[in-house]
């Protein structure tokens, strides 16, 4: 069974650009969540979304916004980017319970130049 | 938002046992704990996950305290494969899934 993809690896993009990174679940899972992740820094919980819907979104200004498609594969945008967006950006999955796992993606790597 | 604190980082020898602890003071009745870890330079994977009783599986046990506030992850023979960032997180259904700093775990050969 294939996991959770991300797409692009990696992105090198330049200041005030956009960036649209992309994420596909495992199959079944209804649930995405994307966090931020800077170098050497934890992990910063940025969307969730469930059934199409934003569920909760974490503090980040609303440059960052995203949709969930209908089958369940998920867009992140991050308009007007700034050099401190540079991080990885992982995309999980999960069924939409509370005693479900979430499975990650490896990530994509956005570097602002 | 269900918090947890971990340790900021813990040591290990190889082939010893490893007992990680996490406090979750503020736990409420139907949030389940899970535990994932990160690799360097991977994404986050799961390890376990449990509510009331004690869980096992191939990676690890999972004991949790009888009031819920604390549990423990255990790794029964650390191998060099161990070393990453342990992160015990409270999950509740409806709630976004925060994860905390974690728990820097090296093991010594």
């Known amino acids: 069974e294939a996991g959770v993809t991300q797409s692009p690896t990696h992105l090198i993009k330049t200041r005030g650009q956009q960036a649209t990174l992309r994420c596909s679940p495992i199959?079944?899972?209804?649930?995405v969540y994307w966090y931020q992740q800077a170098l050497g820094l934890g992990l910063q919980f940025l969307l969730w979304?469930?059934?199409?819907?934003?569920?909760n979104r974490g503090n980040f200004p609303p440059r960052f916004s995203g949709r969930q498609f209908p089958n369940y594969s998920s867009e992140l945008n991050v308009n007007a980017l700034e050099l401190e967006d540079s991080a990885l950006y992982l995309c999980?999955?999960?069924?939409?319970?509370?005693?479900?796992?979430?499975?990650f993606g490896q990530g994509t790597r956005l570097t602002v130049v | 938002d269900a918090k947890t604190t971990q340790p900021n980082s813990m040591e290990s020898n190889e082939e010893e046992p490893v007992h990680l602890p996490c406090n979750h003071s503020?736990?409420?009745?139907?949030?389940?704990i899970h535990w994932y870890r990160q690799l360097p330079s991977q994404g986050p994977e799961y390890v376990i996950h449990?509510?009331?009783s004690n869980v096992n599986n191939r990676m690890a046990s999972l004991a949790i305290a009888e009031d819920r506030k604390s549990s423990t992850l255990i790794l029964h023979r650390a191998t060099l494969r161990d070393a990453a960032v342990y992160y015990c997180?409270?999950?509740?259904?409806?709630?976004?899934?925060?994860f905390g700093p974690g728990t820097s775990l090296s093991v010594i050969p």
């Open positions: 999980a999955s999960s069924e939409m319970t509370r005693h479900r796992e979430a499975f």
């Open positions: 199959s079944g899972h209804t649930s």
């Open positions: 979304y469930d059934e199409g819907e934003e569920r």
């Open positions: 503020t736990i409420s009745g139907t949030d389940y």
């Open positions: 449990g509510l009331t």
């Open positions: 997180i409270l999950k509740t259904s409806y709630d976004k899934v925060i």
